[in-house]
T-cell receptor
Framework: NAGVTQTPKFQVLKTGQSMTLQCAQDMNHEYMSWYRQDPGMGLRLIHYSVGAGITDQGEVPNGYNVSRSTTEDFPLRLLSAAPSQTSVYFC??????????????FGNGTRLTVT | DAKTTQPPSMDCAEGRAANLPCNHSTISGNEYVYWYRQIHSQGPQYIIHGLKNNETNEMASLIITEDRKSSTLILPHATLRDTAVYYCIVRRLNTGFQKLVFGTGTRLLVSP
């Protein structure tokens, strides 16, 4: 298994541009989520999904959209990038959303800079 | 979910045991203690979790006090590759990950 794969690894955008961060997992996990990590801060949840066709907002959803058309993929869209969205983005997945013994598996992140 | 408190940084000599403390004094009976770590520029990695009994796996041991208000993650023979930020998290049984809160963790530096 490749685990959780995120692309691209690095991206630079200009303010106002749009882009999609890709996340794919090959572990048949139902739960997928997006976090952002800023210097000196922990991970903050942006959006999550408990299965195909189901998404919900996390702690910091503004400026981001998600969809979950398949079990494997969970893309994160920035419709109009802002400098405040400069961050490292992590995608994570888990076998079941309710299982206490189901740890999160993380991708290696996308480092985004908005100028 | 209960809040956790960890020291911001710790040092450890290579080959020695690294003992990372975590305070979770407001933990409730159905909350588990999880540990993750994040090696520089990588995504967080699951290490171990427990409820009230001590746990051990191939990576580490987890010691939870009898009153469950604190715990210690033990890396028995730290290596340079164990240099990372370690996160202690508490999570209720049968809740989704939307409630999982990563604090700022403990930055462990393993030196030769």
């Amino acid at each position: 298994n490749a685990g959780v794969t995120q692309t691209p690894k690095f991206q630079v955008l200009k303010t106002g541009q749009s882009m999609t961060l890709q996340c794919a997992q090959d572990m048949n996990h139902e739960y997928m989520s997006w976090y952002r990590q800023d210097p000196g801060m922990g991970l903050r949840l942006i959006h999550y999904s408990v299965g195909a066709g189901i998404t919900d907002q996390g702690e910091v959803p503004n400026g981001y959209n998600v969809s979950r058309s398949t079990t494997e993929d969970f893309p994160l869209r920035l419709l109009s990038a802002a400098p405040s969205q400069t961050s490292v983005y992590f995608c994570a997945s888990s076998y079941t959303p309710q299982g206490y013994n189901s740890p999160l598996h993380f991708g290696n992140g996308t480092r985004l800079t908005v100028t | 979910d209960a809040k956790t408190t960890q020291p911001p940084s710790m040092d450890c000599a290579e080959g020695r045991a690294a003992n990372l403390p975590c305070n979770h004094s407001t933990i409730s009976g159905n909350e588990y203690v999880y540990w993750y770590r994040q090696i520089h520029s990588q995504g967080p990695q699951y290490i171990i979790h427990g409820l009230k009994n001590n746990e051990t796996n191939e990576m580490a041991s987890l010691i939870i006090t009898e009153d469950r208000k604190s715990s210690t993650l033990i890396l028995p023979h730290a290596t340079l590759r164990d240099t990372a930020v370690y996160y202690c998290i508490v999570r209720r049984l049968n809740t989704g990950f939307q409630k999982l809160v990563f604090g700022t963790g403990t930055r462990l530096l393993v030196s030769p």
